[in-house]
T-cell receptor, first 114, second 114 residues
């Protein structure tokens, strides 16, 4: 079975400060990892993914994520937060070797204050 | 929201009624998915389909039905057997069930039971 944990329901940061949204996962095989963002009453938008290769993945809107196999983590980061980054963020995982489905975390609400 | 459309945006249902949510994609994707999102929770998979005329139950299929008569269309029917249907419903698609490519999401349908 595969699972994803987003341990923080909400993250608060000041505009201009760095932000981190945490994600840990569990899969039997190798993971495919994804980050999505959701604005109110909208669908999910893809931010970035880790498939293989470089552990630091760069994505849309200045976001990046670091894959850490030993800690089974895939934390989302941005060097300087914007108020417009305020949204709901979802981490998702699929077992590359066996799984057909994505499993989503419960989501983390990011609040960036001016 | 890519090349996926969902309609209607808002839907109100009376107790005991069946309703159908539309999902159409013009991305030539093989796989399509239906998810349910409840407040403060992540996405839960209802049904998915890899090819035309074939679909599989997800984690919470009870009270729902789907069809896949055309590659670009994957409608979801919420039946009267679904005891708590009020939720936000999201349709998604991707190139293949085992693909490492990301899923594209529609804008969602908010269903409210009166």
């Amino acid at each position: 079975a595969q699972s994803v944990a987003q341990p923080e329901d909400q993250v608060n940061v000041a505009e201009g400060n760095p932000l981190t949204v945490k994600c840990t996962y569990s899969v039997s095989g190798n993971p495919y990892l994804f980050w999505y963002v959701q604005y109110p009453n909208r669908g999910l938008q893809f931010l970035l993914k880790y498939i293989t290769g470089d552990n630091l993945v760069k994505g849309s809107y200045g976001f990046e994520a670091e894959f850490n196999k030993s800690q089974t983590s895939f934390h989302l980061k941005k060097p300087s937060a914007l108020v417009s980054d305020s949204a709901l963020y979802f981490c998702a995982v699929r077992d590359a070797d066996a799984g057909n489905m994505l499993t989503f975390g419960g989501g983390t609400r990011l609040m960036v204050k001016p | 929201d890519g090349g996926i459309t969902q309609s209607p945006k808002y839907l109100f249902r009376k107790e005991g009624q069946n309703v159908t949510l539309s999902c159409e994609q013009n991305l030539n994707h093989d796989a399509m998915y239906w998810y349910r999102q409840d407040p403060g929770q992540g996405l839960r998979l209802i049904y998915y389909s890899q090819i035309v005329n074939d679909f599989q139950k997800g984690d919470i299929a009870e009270g729902y039905s789907v069809s896949r008569e055309k590659k670009e269309s994957f409608p979801l029917t919420v039946t009267s057997a679904q005891k708590n249907p009020t939720a936000f419903y999201l349709c998604a698609s991707t190139w293949g069930l085992r693909s490492y490519n990301e899923q594209f999401f529609g804008p969602g349908t908010r269903l409210t039971v009166l």
